[in-house]
């Protein structure tokens, strides 16, 4: 696969250094993590929410933190073996995992919820008033009788 070089675009734009980055780790394959499992939903116009498969895992174990564009929720599980027992089989995943989300400008988190062994974060897109679409009208001016030239003949 190429690799595009993105450096002569960084010295000649502003603030498109996001987009850029965004573009340049599009070509990094995904290192195929697939744990833990999560959905994406759109629960209303404005309003998103991720849910992620966490088993296992309960509140004081799992981290989200939320920066400049990026959601990251990590879970860490204590170890706690009970005195006297020994597993015969462990099919109940007990690993960390650390899972990114990219967000949208103007996207934050405003609630999460775990329940039943899932995850919820809601997630709100608010546009500011500035950058909303708006209408603009259009005046008419009135009609009125055609103007007429006036020229002065010199001689």
Known sequence: MRHV??????????GFD????MLDSLGQPDQGQTYPPYNIERTG?????????????????????AQAHALTVKGEKS?????GSEFLYRGIAKRTFERRFQLAD???VTAASLK???????LLRSIPEAMKPRKIAIAAE???????????VTN
């Open 79 to 83: 170890e706690d073996n009970a005195e």
């Open 18 to 21: 996001r987009l850029f980055t």
């Open 5 to 14: 070089d993105f450096s002569p675009l960084y010295r000649s734009t502003v």
């Open 106 to 108: 103007h996207v934050e």
């Open 45 to 65: 116009e404005n309003t998103y929410r991720i849910t992620m498969a966490v088993a296992g895992f309960d509140e004081t174990e799992i981290s989200i933190e």
């Open 116 to 122: 039943n062994g899932l995850l919820h974060i809601d």
């Open 142 to 152: 009135p009609v009125s009788a055609p103007k007429a030239i006036e020229a002065q």
